[in-house]
């Protein structure tokens, strides 16, 4: 070999060995693993579980619960397991519930908006939400849609007491429960309300009206949390994580489908049927705390207490998560 020749490969060998070693040397670092709880049950938790699998830069794990996870609550029944969450999710009207007592709850990020609906039975002479006077009507009260359900009734002058609400679970049973005509309409978020409407074949009437009231199903987590200089970091990557899920969700929605099925078993037919009856979002509505002040106001009647003050309503969220998170560079 010549000189040249010798000299060549040594600097080409050296040069290789060089690059690998500054790539190797400062790979992007790996947060620590966040617990999440949410409702896998439902399909608004969609963007979090793509999040999880796809876009948090660490291991995230996603299992059945929610705010209580958050603060030590007792799980709900059928919709919780053990654990303690960093994040959780819930709508909005859980939140309000759970602060009374948890002061410290904090909501971080709307992650989709529910569009709710009441499906109804035609042939029992209902053609009009004012016709629900007097009929039996599945919805779980103490919810985000037992919530729409009483805005929608204010809408046509009825309240709750007008009509006979029937708490049935599992929630499944429900359009079982319209076809058998135990009851005459449902109102409940998806995608039961999708398989109301099948059972009803054809014999049906519904009523939305999102300007009157969408469900904001949120990611939450604690003002310790996010206090805590371990755990913000990774909070704020996981609300960008859940961003971009939805930015992929807008455009290729089909993974986000395939892990709802994963988790909850929904049928592809009954994702479909339901996917559009809901707005996916990863952002922070301006109106949030308008929302949360008519929504108390509701919840304090029910649970005959005085309701908060717009104020002390306010320090239940907190943007600067989102704000943070926003700032951050994209993903994948």
Known sequence: MTQPQWFTRIFSIFSIALLAGCVSA?????????????????????????AAEEYYPGEATVK????????????????????????????ETQALRYSVEHPELRIILNVTKGLYRIVAR??????SIADLRGKKVATIAQTSSGYFLSRMLASAGLTFEDIDARPITPLARMSEA????EVDAVVIWEPYSANAVEALQGDVVEFADD???????????TAANLADP???PKIVAFVRAVMD?????????????????????FTADEIERGWEHHDFTASYPDNLLDILVLEEQWLAGRDKRPARTRAQLATLID??????????????
Request: hydrophobic share 40%.
């Open 178 to 181: 319209l076809a058998n005509r």
């Open 230 to 232: 371990a755990k913000r």
């Open 319 to 332: 943007r600067s998560v989102f704000e943070e998170a926003r700032a951050l560079p994209a993903g994948r």
């Open 26 to 50: 400062s790979p992007e670092p790996a947060l620590e693993p966040i617990s999440v709880h949410g409702n896998i049950q439902t399909f608004e938790i969609a963007p979090v579980l793509l």
């Open 245 to 265: 899920a939805v930015t992929e969700i807008e455009n290729r929605p089909d993974r986000a489908k395939q892990l709802v099925n994963q988790y909850a078993g």
């Open 211 to 221: 300007s009157i009231y969408s469900e904001h199903f949120n990611l939450n987590s």
């Open 122 to 127: 035609k042939s029992a002479g209902i053609n």
């Open 64 to 91: 059945m619960g929610g705010i209580p996870n958050l603060v030590g609550a007792e799980a709900i029944q059928g919709f919780g397991t053990p654990g303690v969450a960093d994040v959780a999710t819930h709508a």
